[in-house]
């Protein structure tokens, strides 16, 4: 008999769900449902957590746009073409004028990721954050990071530095395949 695995759902996550369930500006937040990550081009801002607020404010020029949207790190290099996404978006949309503001705290966390978004890292080759307490040490695990290719826990860190600074290498044992391991933070 096989285990049904149960989901597992952060206090983060739950959160940023919330604000936008009973936000005011459901349509403002469908729209920048399109923003993809552009890194990881099939997951959208909502959903690793980049995107935390959307709200409108009056301004000389008419009912301002505001989003809000806090970096993964600090000095992430994609922060300007996902500025430049947002802007696009919301003009195309008619949300304009707006601003983009960035928020540095409280600072990201790979909590803030979607259960949708964890599915669609897999489904890409990028295994997701670890939530288990075997790594809540906040280090990158050396062993047993499951492969998003075939499902097996028999992997080895090869590197950790992956493609980019927010992911490792690791290397599957079972299927051989490579793959990055988005860090846990």
Same mark, same amino acid.
């Given at each position: ?82 500025? %430049?996404? *947002?802007? @696009? ?9 707006? &601003?983009?503001?960035?928020? /540095?705290? !409280? ?48 992997? %080895?860190? *090869?590197? @950790? ?9 690791? &290397?599957?044992?079972?299927? /051989?395949? !490579? ?7």
């Amino acid at each position: 008999m096989n285990a049904i695995p149960i989901p597992i759902v952060s206090s983060a996550w739950l959160e940023r769900l919330q604000r936008r369930n009973q936000s005011n500006y459901s349509a403002i937040w469908q729209v920048l449902d399109q923003v993809k990550d552009p890194e990881v081009p099939v997951v959208s801002i909502w959903d690793l957590g980049i995107l935390t607020d959307v709200s409108q404010v009056p301004s000389e020029q008419g009912i301002c746009t505001v989003v809000t949207i806090t970096p993964t790190y600090s000095g992430c290099p994609a922060m300007d073409a996902i500025r %430049k996404a *947002i802007g @696009e978006v919301l003009t195309a949309n008619e949300f304009t004028p707006y &601003q983009v503001h960035t928020k /540095l705290a !409280p600072a990201w966390s790979t909590d803030s990721i979607s259960p949708e978004g964890r599915k669609q890292l897999r489904d890409y080759g990028i295994a997701p954050p670890s939530t288990c307490c075997q790594h809540a040490d906040g280090m990158t695990p050396e062993f047993g990071v499951e492969c998003p290719h075939c499902g097996s826990s028999a992997t %080895k860190r *090869i590197s @950790e530095f992956g493609s980019t600074a927010c992911k490792a290498l690791f &290397q599957c044992q079972h299927c /051989l395949e !490579p793959f990055d391991y988005f860090k846990h933070l």
